[in-house]
């Protein structure tokens, strides 16, 4: 009964460093997306997949790639970490019904990142 | 754009008052609704939605009606308790794949 899991759940990071946030998801859902949360400003999407084989921009995509590495696994990348990507992220997942996409998203416990 | 406007938060009530988190939305066409709550230390959870305009969207003693003609998604509950301390965030979805959020509203329930 796992849904949508995120690793790692906490990191911290010196600004210019590197890395990726994982996700998976096995509700066999197609579509795929990472948000991030910061105080007051509710959650932003940064990239989304609606299904294996794309990604697209979101609202806030600077300075983060995505790889859709197939159906169940989303992973977001930070190439130089900097202070301002502090936050927590959200990967969610989501059945593929057209458009508006009305389906209910299903989320992860999130990842709480902090770049110093 | 499409946007979401939600009430500022904290609020906060004794338990078994009534609760109303007011939502209003703009955006074009016939965008779909939501609710969804969020538990500390957890991520979101669809918490209620509704499709169309006069559709009603409830669960767990929450409801909130699609209200067209007023662009409102408001929230209520009649008698809320502790454990329905949270944030609470009100959703759309429209010509997109993604959701658009409010930023969310925090309720603290005191016993």
């Known amino acids: 009964n796992a849904g949508v899991t995120q690793t790692p759940k906490f990191q911290v990071l010196k600004t210019g460093q590197s890395m990726t946030l994982q996700c998976a998801q096995d509700m066999n859902h197609n579509s795929m997306y990472w948000y991030r949360q910061d105080p007051g400003m509710g959650l932003r999407l940064i990239y989304y997949s609606a299904s294996e084989g794309t990604t697209d921009k979101g609202e806030v995509p600077n300075g983060y790639n995505v790889s859709r590495l197939n159906k169940r696994e989303f992973s977001l990348r930070l190439e130089s970490a900097a202070p301002s990507q502090t936050s927590v992220y959200f990967c969610?997942?989501?059945?593929?019904?057209?458009?508006?996409?009305?389906?209910?998203?299903?989320f992860g416990d999130g990842t709480r990142l902090s770049i110093l | 754009g499409d946007s979401v406007t939600q009430m500022e938060g904290p609020v906060t009530l004794s338990e078994e008052a009534f609760l109303t988190i007011n939502c209003t939305y703009t955006a074009t066409g016939y965008p779909s609704l939501f609710w969804y709550v969020q538990y500390p230390g957890e991520g979101l959870q669809l918490l209620l939605k509704a499709t169309k305009a006069d559709d009603k969207g409830s669960n767990k003693g929450f409801e909130a009606t699609y209200r067209k003609e007023t662009t409102s998604f408001h929230l209520e509950k009649g008698s809320v308790q502790v454990s329905d301390s949270a944030v609470y965030f009100c959703?759309?979805?429209?010509?997109?794949?993604?959701?658009?959020f409010g930023k969310g509203t925090s309720l603290l329930v005191t016993p």
């Open positions: 969610a997942s989501s059945d593929y019904g057209g458009l508006p996409n009305n389906q209910p998203q299903h």
């Open positions: 959703a759309l979805a429209n010509s997109g794949y993604a959701l658009n």
